[in-house]
């Protein structure tokens, strides 16, 4: 993995929890610009999800194991549409809430896939 693309990834996600968590603290629930910082996060990390399979695709491996990387970055992958969902179906401050801890959660899943694939490795 590509550590610039890792950083680029956890700054966006905790860019979307800080503002979410903003909107939450204001009583707020989710609205239309929320989910399109949500599909800005989301695209980067569908980017990620590229360049990785490209370098696994080159014979590139995980210093940890392929079945706990693939794991961890199909959890990346799912979270911030996981918390989208949900705050759909929670239209009062706690949506804002979820999608704020989503994004503290892609941020933890980049830091552990960095782990997984070895730092300095890509």
């Known amino acids: 993995m590509l ?10 996600a905790l860019l979307l929890a800080a503002w979410c968590g903003w909107a939450a603290y204001r009583d707020s629930p989710t609205k239309d610009w929320h989910f399109a910082g949500m599909a800005v996060v989301e695209l980067a990390v569908l980017v990620q999800l590229v360049v990785a399979l490209a370098q ?50 892609l941020a933890v899943l980049e830091l552990r896939l960095n782990e997984i694939w070895g730092a300095g490795h890509g």
């Open 56 to 105: 696994l695709g080159h014979g590139d491996r995980p210093a940890q194991g392929m079945a706990v990387f693939l794991a961890y970055l199909l959890g990346a992958v799912c979270a911030v549409p996981a918390a989208a969902m949900m705050s759909l179906a929670e239209r009062t401050r706690w949506g804002s809430t979820i999608v704020a801890a989503g994004g503290v959660i």
């Open 3 to 12: 550590d610039w693309l890792i950083l680029t990834v956890t700054v966006l």
